[in-house]
């Protein structure tokens, strides 16, 4: 079955530091990967997605890109700000597995200023 | 664009009673949507997968009976939880897909968050 794995957290960051979270997954298809945002108290946002290997998908300073080589989607930015503290989940989206969202545990960002 | 809304936003009920949580695509015809629910600092479990007009399709594990999904629209599907219990206090958070917009992709909505006392 699919699978997706994230580092755990909490990560706690200075602001202007840079944030890399590791994303790795399984999946027996061609998946499309995303990554969403969730703010405290609040229902998730895409932040970014890729579709095929090689597709680097950006947003908001984000970036993350689709290694089929190495199974990876790992979430960059080389800038955070206080407003980046969120948790960031990894997902893939499989086709064969009928379009269903495949989670990872998500990974808690706290940005102190 | 893309945007699903919840209703409620927040539920108190009494153990024993059950409440409704509708799922509404504002902006674009939902083909399928999903129910999640999330335990406190915990991932999005799926509970149930459905497509307007057919039954849901539940996840393993998931009770049928007392997690009554609806989608009797391609905008609107409604998540009722039956008998509620304490147990059940949980943010449940529904997602929307459609065709049109790249069939892979899921637009969440703000989640409800369900407390049973």
């Keep these: ?113 | 664009g893309a945007v699903v809304s919840q209703h409620p936003s927040w539920v108190i009920c009494k153990s024993g009673t059950s409440v409704k949580i509708e799922c509404r695509s504002l902006d674009f015809q939902a083909t399928t949507m999903f129910w999640y629910r999330q335990f406190p600092k915990q991932s999005l479990m799926l509970m149930a997968t459905s497509n307007e007009g057919s039954k849901a399709t539940y996840e393993q594990g998931v009770e049928k009976d007392k997690f009554l999904i609806n989608h009797a629209s391609l905008t609107l599907s409604t998540l009722t939880v039956t008998s509620a219990h304490p147990e059940d206090s949980s943010f449940y958070i529904c997602s929307a897909s459609s065709a049109g917009l790249g069939f892979y992709e899921q637009y969440f909505g703000p989640g409800t968050r369900l407390t049973v006392t």
């Excluded at chain 1, 200075?14 to 990554?35: D, H, Q, R, V």
């Design chain 1, 1 to 113: 079955g699919n699978s997706v794995t994230q580092m755990e957290g909490p990560v706690t960051l200075s602001e202007e530091a840079f944030l890399t979270i590791n994303c790795t997954y399984t999946a027996t298809g061609y998946p499309s990967l995303f990554w969403y945002v969730q703010y405290p108290g609040e229902g998730l946002q895409l932040l970014l997605k890729a579709t095929k290997a090689d597709d680097k998908g950006s947003n908001k300073g984000f970036e993350a890109t689709y290694r089929k080589e190495t199974t990876s989607f790992h979430l960059e930015k080389g800038s955070v700000q206080v407003s980046d503290s969120a948790v960031y989940f990894c997902a893939l989206s499989d086709k064969a597995a009928g379009n269903k969202l495949t989670f990872g545990g998500g990974t808690r960002v706290l940005v102190k200023p």
